[in-house]
């Protein structure tokens, strides 16, 4: 009897067939796939390594709000009317990036319910992200957003146990993406290592006790938030 479970749509295949408005580059680690306040005209598909996105205020002060890697899109905002780019997409490591104009991806989308299926799926699962990142941001402390972050960069949950975090991250791009100081970021990293939930071997290994860290860590709430962040920041 034939087997009725449905084949996974994989749209590196899908995007890898040739087509008009889809190109291919190489960045190094640093390089610059698009700059925030540019013309938002394509969508950049991840094939290969690992992309930060970056927003700069008007006072010059830089916070990473975004790590993504190989299978995930930047630059979507364009197909929803954006015309500026809102952030800085770098790489973190060598990558290999598919850009696709806006028109090209258009055509896609309405050629391919598959392939629209699956980036709506991807577009929400971003959303919910952010929630979580904001939700994280206003009430969780420092200690456990790094937490938080450091599983995120080990991909913990997407097949069970987390990874090796293999692509080099500072401890400023760390403080920045959670909202921190470096002093306070390196204060916490050493107690992790002390407590054994994370070890370092030429990269940090993030350990499951990092999750059962976070998921039992009781919430020290005052009268409003500030005073909890306060208290938990001395």
């Known amino acids: 009897m034939p087997s009725k479970r449905k ?4 749209p590196s ?19 610059v796939i698009f700059s925030q306040g540019e013309i938002a005209d394509a969508v950049f598909f ?13 006072q010059g002060k830089e916070a990473v709000v975004a790590v993504l890697g190989v299978g995930e899109f930047c630059g979507e905002g364009c197909l929803a009317g954006q015309s500026r780019r809102m952030a800085t ?8 990036i598919m850009r696709l104009g806006k028109p090209a991806m258009l055509r896609v989308l309405h050629a391919e319910p598959r392939f629209s299926e699956m ?25 456990k957003r790094l937490a938080r972050a450091l599983l995120l960069l080990a991909n913990f949950g997407k097949e069970g146990k987390p990874e090796p975090i293999v692509t080099k991250v500072s401890q400023e ?11 306070r970021v390196s204060f916490f990293m050493n107690k992790f290592r002390k407590l054994g939930l994370i070890s370092y071997n030429g990269h940090i290994e ?29």
């Open 7 to 10: 084949t996974m749509f994989d």
């Open 13 to 31: 295949e899908f995007l890898a067939q040739a087509g008009t408005g889809r190109t291919v580059a190489a960045f190094p680690k640093a390089g």
């Open 46 to 58: 991840i094939q290969k390594g690992k992309v930060k996105l970056t927003v700069v205020s008007e």
């Open 89 to 96: 997409a770098s790489a973190l490591s060598d990558c290999e």
């Open 119 to 143: 980036f709506v799926a991807y577009l929400l699962t971003r959303t919910i992200k952010v929630e979580e990142d904001l939700v994280d941001q206003l009430f969780n402390s420092s200690e």
């Open 173 to 183: 791009m760390l403080a920045e993406m959670i909202g921190t100081t470096r002093s």
């Open 206 to 234: 993030v350990h499951n006790s990092l999750l059962s860290m976070v998921l039992h860590e009781k919430p020290r709430i005052d009268a409003d938030h500030k005073d909890a962040e306060l208290v938990a920041e001395e």
